[in-house]
């Protein structure tokens, strides 16, 4: 039968393995979790262990996370341990490299993620790390209330992560886990009482005894907790409380945040981190098909949402009202009769996989026909799901414009109306200076917007600018800053820069994201993958409209419209960007340099007929001085792991030194004080030297006793003594005999006016503690060989030793603030 605490300690457990269930959708194969809960199961049963030794709570949890460490070192470094298991300077180097590469696979993948080495080692060591505080707080320290702190955060960090991809099933799990436990340890409390409520013909109605404790009708309270979580949780899932994060751009699901009707709103996001995720992705994954009736699908980007609100910190789209998708969606907003159009039917299909809220399509789109529950966003024409509805499955048709603007009618086009200027070419107070000074030097030549929107694709796309997913993405004002002075990046940074520049020249700017038009099949469908992700600048021109413009090299197609122009060049090359041939798949990844990182070589971004031992990093310079940062941390992880080891022996050490102390016969000061003090008589009296020796034999058999449980009353008699430590010790035969000598040879020195040699010896000593071991069962014999129970002693030493040396500073400190002060009282005088 499982005992309370053992009872406590699986549903510990259970709890945890359910709570890392909501990792899951973070990274595939699921098959970490396997792994994840065999080595929880594995700590459980240490900490059950110990707490039946018992060990001290602290050295429970040592034993635990030691073990924990030891299943770690043999998954992930038996190659660097001693023997396979045991860690050492090497392995925690290893250590530190998978969580280094942990984490930056982390930052440049996209969810699911691949379970690389490192990001196994973070699922399974945060889930370890996260079941012995859950263990700790529940088991060894016996509230499991506190303990739903870490689950909590557990499920957070993978809900936050998983941009909203979290399913309401797996916070349905986490709670039903942590709803059991505490049940289990209400259970364990209620146990312990017994059973005190009654029921019908029980206690209640005044029945006593033997009836009120049967439980013959009674409702238990677990029953009511069992009723009472059950409806909490459902609360929790009905009102919709199950914590998540928006929907990601490109990959993550997200409800439409429109109701019935004509209302609603477009909520902002952020698509950085998603675009760069799916750039980075090590393998290209298929998201859309599509076949399109269109002769030139140079132009076929799908497009998701634009951003056309710079707050500085990031770009990200306004909140608009959502309408009900109209039928035939109106006329694209500043188009007009003279740009010459043509119409373009495309039919889309969505992989299952792909789940996000915003619906990809050419633009702009005319007509929608799609199945499900879709508004329509009128500024930014796009398409998004309401009610939890996304793009997963979905099969679409979507008819669109090709518009087909000349260079002389974008030359031409008339001022933008004030609002949509005002509203599209504002930048925030914190946009540097040096943004405007750089376009106007770039676009000093042009006489037109035109002119210098195609200026400054030129410039970006002139060679001077790297492209590069590996760079550290971002919006904002700090990120184009940095963008322009390193003048590495990717489409982000290109796309971003470009529309804040157009802003600070007047131009209306604004970002789209969505995908390039993907690789050509065989069946005369395009293919387009996680690689695909883009994004690119739209500039309005008054009888135009938006119109796309392309400044990111190696990506997609640059726009007839702007090579059509004889504006000069601003960095001296008289030939634009070459178009990019349709049928060829666009480049993926960073542009090859001579030196190919560690992660650009995973990616499969590196020519491995490339570089030479040349073309290694000079050593020094910033990353080595963080590997050496690094090399220092493990030192001290492992010098701590070292001390840890050394406290853990603290006991057993202290405990050897002194019983070599007072059995060696020789002077032993604590001896002689307590005898000094017992006794109240002078060392230089005969015989007090030999009585002092006496004494310290005897306490060596006091706290041997105590090692093995039986703890010491310093008001019994040396014979009152001896027949507990007889009876309690089941001492026989030699052993017993020793033990009343040392009884009569500490009365002796304690009492006779001339106290002799001592009868009781250290062989005596020796053979007490023989019986004892002899008598006790294994468990005794383990407790009192590592943590002696009398061991406690050297901590009442350390703490005297504070309080008197506190006191004396104490003291010290008093009288020099009274010398600092007779002074001050004369002078006042």
Request: with cysteine; glycine share 12%.
């Amino acid at each position: 039968m499982m005992s309370g605490r053992g009872r406590i300690a699986a549903f510990a457990a259970l709890a945890t393995i359910l709570t890392s269930f909501a990792l899951t959708p973070l990274a595939t194969p699921s098959s970490w979790v396997v792994q994840a809960m065999a080595l929880v199961l594995l700590q459980t049963g240490v900490g059950a262990a110990a707490r039946r030794v018992p060990l001290a709570r602290p050295l429970t949890i040592a034993a635990q996370g030691i073990v924990s460490l030891l299943a770690l070192t043999l998954i992930f470094v038996h190659d660097q341990a001693v023997l396979g298991v045991f860690p050492g300077p090497p392995a925690f180097t290893e250590f530190g490299r998978l969580l280094t590469a942990g984490v930056q696979d982390v930052g440049q993948f996209a969810i699911p993620a691949p379970v690389t080495d490192g990001i196994r080692l973070l699922l399974v060591g945060g889930v370890l790390v996260i079941g012995l505080v859950v263990d700790a707080l529940a088991v060894t320290y016996g509230s499991a209330a506190p303990a739903g702190l870490p689950l909590l955060a557990l499920y957070s960090v993978a809900a936050g992560l998983s941009g909203g991809a979290s399913k309401w099933w797996l916070f349905l799990l986490a709670g039903v886990g942590y709803l059991l436990l505490l049940l289990a340890e209400g259970r364990d409390r209620l146990s312990r009482w017994g059973r005190i409520f009654g029921g019908p013909g029980g206690a209640a109605r005044g029945g006593g005894g033997p009836a009120a404790l049967s439980g013959g009708g009674t409702v238990a309270p677990v029953r009511t907790g069992h009723r009472i979580g059950a409806v909490a949780l459902g609360v929790a899932l009905l009102a919709g409380l199950v914590p998540g994060l928006g929907g990601g751009l490109l990959q993550a699901t997200g409800a439409g945040q429109g109701g019935g009707g004509g209302g609603g709103t477009i909520a902002a996001v952020n698509p950085v981190v998603a675009l760069q995720d799916n750039l980075n992705q090590p393998q290209d994954r298929e998201v859309l098909r599509y076949r399109t009736n269109s002769q030139s699908t140079g132009d076929m980007y799908l497009r998701i949402v634009s951003l056309d609100r710079f707050t500085g910190d990031k770009w990200e789209p306004s909140q608009r009202a959502l309408t009900d998708v109209p039928k035939v969606l109106p006329v694209p907003q500043g188009l007009g009769p003279q740009t010459a159009t043509s119409l373009t039917e495309t039919s889309i299909v969505a992989d299952r996989g792909y789940v996000q809220m915003w619906l990809p399509m050419p633009y702009p789109a005319q007509q929608v026909h799609v199945d499900g529950r879709w508004r329509y966003e009128p500024e930014g024409r796009t398409i998004i799901g309401d009610r939890g509805q996304n793009t997963s499955g979905a099969s679409y048709q979507v008819t669109s414009l090709r518009l087909q603007p000349t260079a002389q009618q974008l030359a031409a086009a008339p001022p933008a109306p004030a609002q949509l200027r005002a509203e599209y070419t504002k930048v925030p107070d914190s946009l540097p200076e040096e943004v405007n000074r750089t376009a106007l030097d770039i676009t000093k030549d042009a006489t037109n917007d035109y002119e210098r929107a195609v200026a400054l694709q030129r410039w970006f796309t002139s060679g001077a600018f790297t492209y590069d997913t590996s760079v550290r993405s971002g919006t904002g004002v700090q990120a184009i800053t940095r963008f322009l002075k390193n003048k590495e990046g990717f489409c982000i940074h290109f796309a971003f820069t470009m529309a804040a520049m157009s802003r600070t020249l007047g131009i209306p700017a604004r970002v789209a994201v969505g995908f390039t038009p993907g690789t050509p099949q065989s069946d005369g469908t395009y293919t387009v993958g996680l690689k695909d992700a883009h994004a690119w600048p739209e500039l309005y021109f008054e009888g135009i409209g938006w119109t796309r413009f392309e400044p990111t090299p190696t990506r997609g197609t640059t726009p007839d419209y702007t090579a059509q122009t004889t504006a000069p060049d601003p960095a001296g090359v008289t030939t634009d960007t070459p178009q990019q041939d349709p049928t060829v798949a666009p480049e993926h990844g960073p542009t090859a340099t001579p030196t190919c990182a560690a992660k650009d070589i995973q990616l499969g971004n590196c020519d491995p007929l490339a570089g030479s031992a040349d073309s290694a990093p000079p050593a020094g310079g910033f990353w080595q001085n963080i590997r050496d940062l690094l090399g220092t941390v493990w030192f001290w992880v492992v010098s701590l792991l070292v001390l840890l080891v050394l406290v853990l022996f603290v006991p057993l050490l202290w405990r050897r030194r002194v019983r070599a102390r007072r059995l060696s016969g020789r002077h032993d000061p604590a001896a002689e004080e307590a005898w000094l003090r017992l006794t109240g008589r002078d060392l230089a009296e005969p015989g007090a030297r030999e009585g002092a020796r006496t004494l310290a034999v005897w306490q060596e058999l006091v706290d041997t006793a105590w090692d093995y449980g039986l703890r010491p009353n310093e008001s019994e008699t040396p014979r009152a003594v001896v027949a507990r430590l007889v009876g309690g010790g089941g001492l026989e035969g030699p052993s017993q005999d020793a033990a009343r000598r040392l009884g009569d040879a500490v009365e002796q020195a304690l009492f006779s006016p001339r106290p002799t040699a001592a009868l009781g010896s250290a062989a005596d000593v020796l053979l007490v503690a023989d019986g004892l071991r002899r008598s006790a069962d294994g468990t005794a014999r383990l407790r009192a060989l590592l943590l002696p129970r009398s061991s406690v002693r050297l901590l009442w030493r350390i703490s005297e030793v504070w309080t008197d040396w506190s006191t004396r500073a104490s003291d010290r400190l008093r009288s020099t603030g009274d010398l600092m002060r007779r002074p001050l009282r004369r002078g006042a005088s």
